[in-house]
């Protein structure tokens, strides 16, 4: 079983409009964390925002919130007001296990590829 | 400068040659990794190497084999690769593999065509 899925292959969003982009997870570990990256054209991983399975609010970074819904297994990353430049490649990645176990092992979605249109 | 520099950006060899992608941390990390990005396949880890030591190893065939001479410096020969090896090779770093909130920083990649 896929321990992340993005189903929107693709989102489509008006300039200065805010989007959302799904992410659901699978795992019995009741440590993990949960992060989302920017994949441009140019293919660098850009790190944006971070939420672990024990943080109270859901996390923002400027113009990026994560809406986590534990219950529920998702962590959809908001952007809000799009800018054109926010167009690239989204991934939804996870790493489970407390500490030194973990060794950066992310799990990555299949990604949502943004376009944001003037 | 950016904080993860690899090179080659682009690289096309034939399954017999032999070649070596490098990548170079200056953000002063000390756990270095390798991914592989194929299309229409999700991020997979192939290796981790923390304080130049080889921690992980996610069975990875071996027509690859990294290297990790110190902790600024990460390499990945490859030999006798096949035409399914194809895809953007990314390499990352972190400060602290063994924190949980650990956030990669990752290069460009190199992406690799093997015909």
């Known amino acids: 079983a896929q321990k992340i899925t993005q189903t929107q292959p693709g989102m489509f969003v008006q300039e200065k409009e805010a989007v959302t982009l799904d992410c659901t997870y699978d795992?019995?570990?009741?440590?993990?964390?949960l992060f989302w990256y920017k994949q441009p054209s140019s293919g660098e991983m850009i790190f944006l925002i971070y939420?672990?399975?024990?943080?109270?609010q859901n996390a923002t970074e400027g113009r990026y919130s994560l809406n986590f819904q534990k219950a529920r297994k998702s962590a959809n990353l908001v952007i809000s007001a799009s800018q054109l430049g926010d167009s690239a490649m989204y991934f939804c990645?996870?790493?489970?296990?407390?500490?030194?176990?973990?060794?950066?092992?992310?799990?990555f979605g299949q990604g949502t590829i943004l376009t944001v249109h003037p | 400068e950016t904080g993860v520099t690899q090179t080659p950006r682009h690289l096309v060899m034939g399954m017999t040659n032999k070649k070596s992608l490098k990548c170079e941390q200056h953000?002063?990390?000390?756990?270095m990794y390798w991914y592989k990005q194929s299309a229409k396949k999700p991020l997979e880890l192939m290796f981790v190497?923390?304080?130049?030591?080889?921690?992980e190893n996610n069975s990875v065939p071996s027509r690859f084999s990294p290297e990790c001479p110190n902790s600024s410096h990460l390499f990945l020969h490859l030999h006798t690769l096949q035409p399914e090896d194809s895809a953007l090779y990314l390499c990352?770093?972190?400060?602290?593999?063994?924190?949980?909130?650990?956030?990669?920083?990752f290069g460009s990649g190199t992406q690799l065509s093997v015909l």
């Open positions: 990352a770093s972190s400060q602290d593999p063994g924190q949980f909130n650990e956030k990669l920083f």
């Open positions: 795992t019995s570990d009741p440590s993990y964390g």
């Open positions: 939420q672990g399975s024990y943080d109270q």
């Open positions: 990645a996870m790493r489970e296990g407390v500490g030194g176990t973990s060794y950066g092992k992310l799990t």
């Open positions: 953000l002063g990390h000390n756990a």
């Open positions: 190497y923390s304080l130049e030591e080889r921690v």
